[in-house]
């Protein structure tokens, strides 16, 4: 029976193999955005951060807070009565992700227990990410856009989406708002 043994590199080949297969990894992980959302997913995920996934358009008056509530019973939202701009019932919750976006907290203001609007608070850094997938998600319903003013509007059946055009100065700013028609 003839023993198979792997060939017998110089030494310093397999030193750069070695140094090749450590440095790529994390090279990608540092430096490119992939590896960065990737990485920051990982770790909202390793700690236990919710997330939630819908499709923005299909927000709309027509839904409650039970129904809301039931569709995500993992997620830990907290609501109280609290008269605000959009209605008398606020609920938060604090994020991990948002449809894939690292992001910190989420609003629902109800009005008469009808949605009026949604807030998510997404992490600064991914504010380029966030128009991208706004545009992928909104735009392929086939709702036009409007680039007239300093927030980007995305019409939905239901409402509209808005969103800063620049990169916002402060964390608080950097947020996806859907607000009902």
């Known amino acids: 029976m003839s023993e198979s043994k792997a060939p017998n590199l110089p030494k310093p080949v397999r030193t750069l193999f070695l140094i090749v297969i450590v440095i790529a990894p994390l090279y990608w992980l540092i430096m490119t955005e992939h590896g960065r959302l990737s990485y920051d997913q990982m770790l909202l995920s390793l700690f236990g951060k919710d997330t939630i996934s819908l499709k923005i358009e299909n927000l709309g008056a027509d839904i409650t807070e039970e129904m809301f509530l039931e569709q995500f019973p993992d997620v830990d939202i907290v609501c109280e009565d609290r008269s605000t701009e959009f209605g008398d019932r606020l609920c938060q919750a604090s994020l991990g992700a948002f449809n894939e976006l690292p992001s910190q907290h989420m609003s629902l203001f ?21 128009v991208e997938k706004m545009e992928i998600q909104v735009k392929a319903e086939g709702q036009p856009l409007d680039f007239s003013s300093e927030m980007i509007q995305w019409r939905t059946p239901a409402g509209v989406v808005l969103l800063n055009r620049i990169v916002p100065k402060r964390h608080e700013d950097a947020a996806i708002m859907w607000i009902a028609k």
């Open 110 to 130: 109800f009005s008469n227990n009808s949605l009026q609007a949604l807030k998510v608070v997404y992490q600064l850094a991914y504010h380029d990410l966030a």
